[in-house]
């Protein structure tokens, strides 16, 4: 039998990179000559003191500040929103360019305690909303809340990982947080408020050297395990029961989950229009460099 091919992959949260887990679980990999181990992130802080500038000026926040494996040549697959990945691939020394969007089209929503006064998107103007700079929470919650609130009035804080930004709000450290999967369910299940929500695409990256034609036995993988998720959903969130710690896992079993928030689609490439789309908003929030461009930090590839 022939050697395994090695990759390695890095985990955010398994809702964002459930059809790796899948995938593996079901030996999707094993099938196409590839062994895939994936990193789980662990316990990574990266919240910020309540007086660091950090925690209310994005600029001066890493893109790296949560996808760091990648760079140091640990890992060699990355994925995260579109936006983010747009602007890692920007700021990659190492080279990060997109290849395909991501099956994972994650929702988030922002919620509030359930005694909190906010019950509509447009009483979140001046109220602190906690969010990852750079990560789709951020530029997500940006996204909800034009056409609710000015700009000027928006007032959204780094208060770290999902995790992290859920103990924020459990402890009234914001007033807001935007929460994605299994925090959603654990959310809804104390009562807390959402007073928004909806789902956004994402993309994978990896180096540009990377071999296409195993790309493609990766994407035939992926692409298989959509299937297999999409078939029984259900069977799969023991991964994201799995990733948070005991005592809040324990408040949950998959039952609990709203089942079509969860959605996973074919991979497929990242078109020009899609970037030009992202690309000229993140202009407008100093989000992204006016140079990048997308021939240089896409380099889709299909089955």
């Known amino acids: 039998m022939a050697?395994?091919?090695?990759?390695?992959?890095?985990?955010?949260?398994?809702?964002?990179?459930?059809?790796?887990?899948?995938?593996?679980?079901?030996?999707?990999?094993?099938?196409?000559?590839m062994e895939v181990e994936i990193f789980l992130p662990g316990v990574r802080e990266t919240k910020f003191a309540d007086d660091d500038p950090r925690r209310t000026d994005h600029t001066l926040v890493k893109s790296t500040n949560y996808q760091f494996l990648y760079e140091q040549k640990k890992v060699d697959i990355m994925r995260a929103c579109s936006w983010?990945?747009?602007?890692?691939?920007?700021?990659?020394?190492?080279?990060?360019?997109?290849?395909?969007?991501?099956?994972?089209?994650?929702?988030?929503?922002?919620?509030?305690?359930?005694?909190?006064p906010v019950n509509a998107p447009m009483q979140l103007a001046n109220k602190s909303v906690g969010v990852q700079y750079h990560q789709g929470s951020h530029y997500h919650t940006l996204s909800l809340l034009e056409g609710f609130v000015a700009r000027d009035e928006m007032n959204v804080v780094h208060a770290g990982t999902v995790h992290e930004r859920f103990i924020a709000l459990e402890n009234g450290e914001v007033d807001a947080a935007t929460l994605m999967e299994p925090w959603i369910s654990l959310a809804q299940k104390r009562g807390y408020k959402m007073i928004t929500e909806g789902h956004y695409l994402g993309v994978e990256n990896g180096p540009a050297d990377m071999d296409p034609e195993l790309l493609k036995r990766m994407l035939r993988a992926i692409k298989k395990s959509v299937t297999y998720i999409n078939k029984n959903p259900k069977k799969y969130i023991k991964h994201m029961l799995a990733e948070i710690p005991e005592h809040y896992a324990n408040e949950l079993t998959a039952d609990d989950f709203y089942l079509p928030r969860l959605r996973y689609v074919d991979p497929e490439p990242y078109t020009e229009e899609e970037f030009e789309r992202q690309y000229k908003w993140m202009l407008t929030w100093d989000l992204i460099p006016e140079d990048a461009d997308y021939t240089e930090l896409v380099c889709n590839v299909t089955v």
């Open 3 to 33: 050697e395994l091919v090695k990759i390695n992959v890095e985990s955010a949260e398994a809702v964002l990179g459930l059809h790796w887990f899948v995938a593996q679980e079901e030996g999707l990999f094993e099938e196409e000559g």
């Open 84 to 116: 983010g990945q747009v602007r890692r691939a920007y700021d990659s020394k190492r080279g990060a360019p997109i290849w395909t969007k991501r099956p994972a089209v994650v929702c988030q929503g922002i919620y509030v305690l359930p005694d909190s």
